[in-house]
């Protein structure tokens, strides 16, 4: 049997000192007995366009989820979440099935609505009803009376002046997971599991500054109350990881993996303002927008701009709404640096026209890097990399044209318009820490070598070595490669790669109802993500 672990957003930043301290055990102990690595994300590495990517061993190019939202939904401000039918690639998990494989797969994102497998699914991060939709139907209500709801996400938003509230959510939302895992396992036994807990992404997100000394917010008062929480969470999982192996069979082998990394988030980057500052995006002429565009540049929305923005039914300052396209080169969208051209024949009102694509591109990078912090002191972005540098496929013309660095990911950017009229903001009410490009690896097994490290490892690489290891015969159509070098030099020899064609995703994309966008967008609000 295989299980993977999906630690959501782990980082061997932090958990190196933690398991040789001896606070993990139970994943000390797998690395100790196996291989371990840093491994590769996605650029830019962003949680659902990351497990679509880890799902199905193709890049978004090959798969295409780029990002939490459909690049061009029909209202910018409004954003359509991706959800699994938009995922052009199949799960490997299917093709573990197609073999007779039995398979498990819990809380694991962008996987609802559930499809059809040789075993169960509960939907994780993306899932509008937390477990009450499932494959096979009805799988977690013979549970729901001793364990209580199923849960995913925590229902206490996050604030400073609450976060012994928000800590102890998480911990319960941990809890509940485990639990649930713990019963599910001994009634449905399978070949192939993978359980995801999110709680690590969520911990870091709000509390890095509380453990990094280094962070501009960090307090010793914070240090002293809430510095160990995020171990502390890892530890919980650790405690509940050990429990799970104990009701596995005894030759089970491990992965243990992150969809990307963390890192410290100090400000944040309105890039549309710089876009509108540098002329490569226009307003609309109309007195309000003026207005409106004003009162951004001040202190916010007050006296005259407030009332009519009051009147035409907008509380906000602007939005994609207030641009006019017929003037406007590129915009912003995502909160790791995406930028798009509005590219004729691709963006509803695009105005470049295709033949003028790399010339136009490349104006626009010139102008991105010359973007320097408001102290005038240092550069901005750091790295630009163009959409064919970043992935590769049929669908490479849905993700965005350019990916930006900004200070190492210290600096992000505001996920929709703007949050204000500023260029960089600082929001503390959300994120003190953000994602990175390396998250980790581990393996551990009967057929894997003992103590030791291996480099390149990717996050396309899993599909495909999950699959040999399990022998199945690969797609032939995957960007990742199987990771023979974690196996023993006798495994190797009596398991050559062999290959089966690859098969279509089999659905068809569908948006999820009014009502199901509208909860699923206001809970990534709450979580940080919009």
Known sequence: MLLIVGLDGATFDLLLPWLAEGHLPTMARWRQEGVSAPLTSTMPPVTPAAWATFMSGKNPGKHGIFDFFHPRSPDLDKPQL??????????FWDYLADAGRRVGVLNVPLTYPPRPVNGFLVPGLLSPDEGATTFPPDLLTPYRAELGPYRLVPHQHYHPRRIDDYVADLRRVTETQIQYALRIVQDHPVDFLIIHFLAPDLAQHKLWHTQDKTHPWYRPELWARYGTVIRE?????????????????????????????????HEVVNLNNYLLQTGLMSLKPEADVRLRAW??????????????????????????????????????????????????GREPQGIVPADDYHTVRDEISGLLRSLRHPDGERPLVQTIIPREAAAHGPYLANGPDLHLIMDDYHTLAYPLFAADGRLVTQQRLVDSGNHRL???????????????????????????????????????????RVLTEIFTVEF?????????????????????PDAAQAELIERLRNLGYL
């Open 82 to 91: 991706v959800n699994m039918t938009d995922m052009k690639a199949r799960p």
């Open 233 to 265: 969470i890892f530890a919980q999982i650790d405690r509940g990881l050990a429990a799970l192996l104990a009701l596995l069979p005894a030759d089970t082998a491990v992965i243990l993996m992150s969809d990307h990394g963390f890192g410290s988030q």
């Open 295 to 344: 009162s951004a540049r001040q202190k916010g929305l007050s006296g005259a701009a407030a009332r009519l923005a009051r009147w035409r039914g907008r509380e906000r300052l602007l939005g994609f709404a207030d641009v006019d396209w017929g003037r406007t080169r590129a915009y912003a969208r995502g909160h790791m640096g995406q930028v798009y051209l509005n590219l004729q």
């Open 438 to 480: 390396e998250g980790i690896f581990v393996a551990a097994g009967p057929d894997i070598q003992r103590g030791g490290a291996i480099q390149g490892a990717r996050l396309l690489d899993i599909a495909p070595t999950a699959l040999h290891w399990l022998g199945v015969p690969l797609p032939d159509d995957l960007d990742g």
């Open 492 to 512: 190797n020899g009596r398991h050559p790669l062999t290959y089966q064609p690859a098969q279509a995703a089999g659905s068809a994309p569908a948006s999820l």
